[in-house]
């Protein structure tokens, strides 16, 4: 059996980027970072982010102070102005691609 690999196999560029946002953030700040959910839905990954002191929470309801990681799926602005609320920095990992789709849908409902 012949195993072939794709010409563009791995992660896409939106993920490639929440990573390095990732380990660029667990690298500058103190206390505790968060990723709202896991940052990309690798468990190899996320368990690797982990050892790095990035956990993986569910719900703002778990972040006391810190920095939040927002994952490359996004979130919608009411979580952003509840993070800000709660006095947490936020770190947008959004695709770009991902935030212009977002972009969009908001336009087209107003």
């Given at each position: 059996?012949?195993?072939r690999l794709a010409a563009r196999a791995g992660f896409c560029f939106g993920v490639r980027r929440a990573i390095e946002l990732a380990l660029k953030t667990?690298?500058?700040?103190k206390g505790p970072i968060y990723s709202?959910?896991?940052?990309?839905?690798?468990?190899?990954?996320?368990?690797?982010l982990q050892a790095?002191?990035?956990?993986?929470?569910e719900d703002l309801s778990a972040c006391e102070g810190g920095t939040?990681?927002?994952?490359s799926h996004g979130v919608a602005p009411s979580v952003l102005a509840a993070a800000a609320e709660k006095g947490l920095k936020v770190v947008d990992a959004t695709?770009?691609?991902?935030?212009?789709?977002?972009q969009l849908a908001h336009d087209l409902t107003r």
């Open positions: 059996m012949e195993v667990s690298a500058e700040e709202l959910g896991p940052l990309i839905h690798n468990p190899q990954v996320v368990e690797f790095r002191g990035i956990t993986v929470v939040l990681i927002i994952r695709c770009p691609f991902v935030k212009r789709a977002q």
